[in-house]
């Protein structure tokens, strides 16, 4: 158990350190949240769909949570380059409570950097329809980080080098995003866009967040809420079975 | 307290470490002497559960270290020759976190924390986050935190690669004091023959993989008939400097620089 806590402390504290690093990720939510939730707003609006940013806040959100914690399992990749994983793989720790440190780490640093977004929604003027929806958004965030690390651990043990990495970016990432839901409602897409939307994990998580926050959700929460947790015990179990694979 | 037979690990088509066989006792200095891609780091990787053997037994004070993994681990401390340090924590945050790893009571991390950061010449600078060390300052870290728990076996591969004499004389009167009196096992490789010589007690030599020599200094020396443990060593290993083909990890290290743009 402690050796849980000293690596979920060890994320925390060289996430605290990495303040130019935070700043810049914030930049594309940012622009999204501000120029598509501002620019789009008109025609949103004039098609009957309502408000905009207040739609595609949650979806920002989400996919600051997605991008964070991906990147944060997928940094094991750094850890192994730098050579601190020899370090924690000799210890007499389980494999498993290293990668549930770990995960935790990660999952942590990247609801902390959805609610810096969410907090500049908040100043631009989106507000929750019920406050007593934020406490299962809260539930629907963590349950995208840690999918979404558990993921990236499971890229990360895999992948060896650099090459791998940015083929991940434009092939894993990205789709994800932008199949989502994130940016456009559920309803009546085509037939292909309707399937692929329905197998991304992002899209229950966006959804979830989306129902909790403005209650517009496409699918009920519960579907949301047991797809998610689903997704998120699956995925742990492949990333600890793919970590406790790791040959340094 | 190390026994090993038959052991072969291969990568591929490539045979790293060809069919093994030493033992070493309880409390002894055991030196591993190679010239570069030997397999030195190859067999330490095996021992210290990093790396499943491909073939042969391997026991460390009696456990298997592909099944008993995490029993293993807790008797071992090992200074890796790569750096493994987390250079965004300060040394005393590597230190702390070592010992939390390593379940060394809190208390006793700390004094024994600071007792190895003053015996390397780090306390002063214990704040400072690893990344703006020097080269010498990482390693003489490195060492610190394998020293900060009390294993029952040492591996030191490579520990004084790249420190200067002061801090070598430092290391190996401090490893021999800890295998005087505490009885720590040490399992070490190293280029400099002088090292050997002075700490080990025994010495296999071993070149392409096999171990070609396993004997004290002195019966190396008189069996090829040289004066100094250096010249019993290239009698053995040859004057050839070895074709390396670059590890993955020496790759992936140049690819991260690549991609940090230096
Ligand atoms: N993961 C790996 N994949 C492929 N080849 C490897 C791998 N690790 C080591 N090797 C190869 O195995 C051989 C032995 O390597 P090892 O690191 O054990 O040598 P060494 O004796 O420690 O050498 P040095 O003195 O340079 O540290 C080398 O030829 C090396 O390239
Ligand atoms: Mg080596």
């Not at chain 1, 406490?135 to 990360?156: D, E, M, S």
């Not at chain 1, 991940?168 to 839901?181: K, T």
């Not at chain 2, 291969?10 to 030997?38: C, M, Q, W, Y």
């Not at chain 2, 002195?218 to 010249?231: C, D, F, R, V």
Request: with cysteine; glycine share 10%.
């Amino acid at each position: 158990m402690g050796a849980i806590y000293v690596l979920w402390l060890r994320e925390l504290k060289r996430y605290v350190r990495s303040r130019a690093q935070i700043v810049a990720s914030l930049g594309q939510p940012l622009l999204y949240l501000l120029a598509l939730g501002y620019g789009l707003s008109p025609v949103f609006r004039r098609s009957g769909e309502g408000n905009y940013l207040e739609f595609i806040a949650p979806g920002v959100i989400a996919m600051t949570v997605l991008f964070s914690s991906l990147f944060s399992g997928i940094q094991l990749i750094w850890d192994r380059q730098f050579g601190f994983l020899k370090e924690t793989l000799v210890a007499p720790v389980p494999r498993l409570h290293i990668m549930i440190g770990r995960t935790c780490g990660a999952a942590t640093t990247a609801m902390i950097q959805g609610l810096l977004v969410a907090l500049v929604a908040v100043l631009a003027g989106f507000r929750p329809a019920s406050y007593g929806g934020v406490p299962l958004a809260f539930g629907f965030l963590a349950l995208i980080a840690v999918v979404f690390t558990a993921l990236g651990t499971t890229v990360g043990s895999t992948l060896r080098d650099m090459q791998g990495f940015q083929m991940v970016m434009n092939f894993l990432v990205l789709p994800i995003f932008f199949l989502s839901g994130a940016l456009y409602p559920l309803a009546h897409l085509p037939i292909a866009l309707t399937v692929l939307t329905r197998v991304d994990p992002l899209t229950y998580g966006v959804d979830g967040l989306r129902g909790a926050l403005i209650a517009r959700g496409h699918f009920s929460a519960l579907i949301d809420l047991v797809v998610m947790a689903l997704l998120a015990v699956a995925l742990t179990a492949v990333g600890a079975w793919r970590f406790a694979r790791i040959e340094i | 307290m190390i026994d090993v037979q038959n052991l072969t690990r291969k990568f591929g088509e490539f045979v790293a470490v060809h069919d093994i066989s030493f033992t070493v006792e309880r409390g002894e200095i055991f030196a591993f002497l190679g010239p570069n891609g030997a397999g030195k780091t190859t067999t330490i990787k095996i021992l210290t559960t990093l790396l499943p053997p491909t073939s042969g037994t391997v026991r460390i004070d009696g456990l298997d270290p592909t099944r008993d993994s995490t029993a293993v681990r807790a008797r071992i401390g090992i200074v890796f020759q790569d750096p493994s340090l987390d250079q965004n924590l300060s040394a005393w945050e590597n230190l702390d976190l070592h010992g939390a790893l390593y379940h060394v009571p809190r208390k006793l991390r700390r004094e024994r924390a600071q007792v190895l950061l003053e015996l390397f010449g780090l306390w002063e600078r214990r704040e400072e986050l690893v990344k703006q060390y020097s080269g010498g300052m990482m390693r003489r870290l490195e060492i610190a935190r394998g020293l900060l728990h009390t294993p029952r076996i040492l591996f030191l591969d490579e520990p004084t690669l790249g420190l200067d004499p002061q801090s070598r004389n430092q290391l190996w009167t401090h490893v021999k004091r800890l295998n005087q009196e505490e009885g720590v096992t040490v399992f070490l490789t190293t280029h400099y023959m002088d090292e050997a010589d002075r700490v080990a007690g025994r010495i296999a030599v071993i070149d392409h993989g096999r171990i070609v020599s396993l004997g004290t200094s002195a019966e190396l020396k008189t069996s090829t008939g040289s004066a100094t443990l250096e010249e019993a060593f290239l009698a053995l290993t040859g004057t050839e400097i070895r074709e390396e083909s670059a590890g993955s990890a020496d790759q992936m290290r140049r690819a991260a620089r690549a991609w940090r743009g230096r």
